[in-house]
Antibody, heavy 123, light 107 residues
Framework: QVHFVQSGAEVKEPGASLKVSCKPS????????LHWVRQAPGQSPEWMGW????????EYSQKFQGRVSISRDTSANTSFLELSRLRSEDTALYHC????????????????WGQGALVTVSS | EIVLTQSPGTLSLSPGERVTLSCRAS???????LAWYQQKPGQAPRLLIY???SRTTGIPDRFSGSGSGTDFTLTISRLEPEDFAVYYC????????FGRGTKLEIK
């Protein structure tokens, strides 16, 4: 079945960068776009961007433009989210999630979610 | 950017009751690009409804979605104890945004 392995919890200082990973299994890696969504404690989910795992094309939320980068390592079937210039408001669970439809490389409903990587930004 | 407003913020109901949750968009939504998610504490969101009214495989038929334009609803015909959770609507046409959620709590 579809499953995601995400990297573990991290504590970062303000101004630092984070890099979290997501390794899907149970389906053809390159056939589905992968989205990254974060959720701060007690808040609603917030979309950050997505990646076409076949060719590496990405699209980002305007809110994070210039600070975010999503990439993939096809040899390891893994995607990465990087966020720079961290501030306390970036404390959140960072989820990867799969677009529901194969070959739907755009905005999408998200049918499978990883459990999230908890990132705490604190000095 | 389109903003999704969910109301009410919290609802206190009893098992067996019928409930309708509202999601209103700040602009007309073109196409049927609206989804609903259920989230329980400590869990990731779970996709219930996509394309306004299509149920994801395995979702009970007591859950139904409807709407168009700027107004969308999720209806649970008869609440079961496991339905008490937070529900989010999500737009995915032209952008990808989530509402702020409605919390269903047991009365």
């Amino acid at each position: 079945q579809v499953h995601f392995v995400q990297s573990g919890a991290e504590v970062k200082e303000p101004g630092a960068s984070l890099k979290v990973s997501c390794k899907p299994s149970g389906y053809s890696f390159a056939n589905f776009a992968l989205h990254w969504v974060r959720q701060a404690p007690g808040q609603s989910p917030e979309w950050m961007g997505w990646i076409n795992l076949a060719n590496g094309n990405t699209e980002y939320s305007q809110k994070f433009q210039g600070r975010v980068s999503i990439s993939r390592d096809t040899s390891a079937n893994t995607s990465f989210l990087e966020l720079s210039r961290l501030r306390s408001e970036d404390t959140a669970l960072y989820h990867c999630a799969r677009a529901r439809r194969a070959f739907d490389f755009s905005y999408a409903a998200l049918d499978y979610w990883g459990q999230g990587a908890l990132v705490t930004v604190s000095s | 950017e389109i903003v999704l407003t969910q109301s009410p913020g919290t609802l206190s109901l009893s098992p067996g009751e019928r409930v309708t949750l509202s999601c209103r968009a700040s602009q007309t939504v073109s196409g049927s690009y609206l989804a609903w998610y259920q989230q329980k504490p400590g869990q990731a969101p779970r996709l219930l409804i996509y394309d306004v009214s299509s149920r994801t495989t395995g979702i009970p038929d007591r859950f139904s979605g409807s709407g168009s334009g700027t107004d969308f609803t999720l209806t649970i015909s008869r609440l079961e104890p496991e339905d008490f959770a937070v529900y989010y609507c999500q737009l995915y046409g032209g952008s990808l945004v989530f509402g702020r959620g409605t919390k269903l709590e047991i009365k």
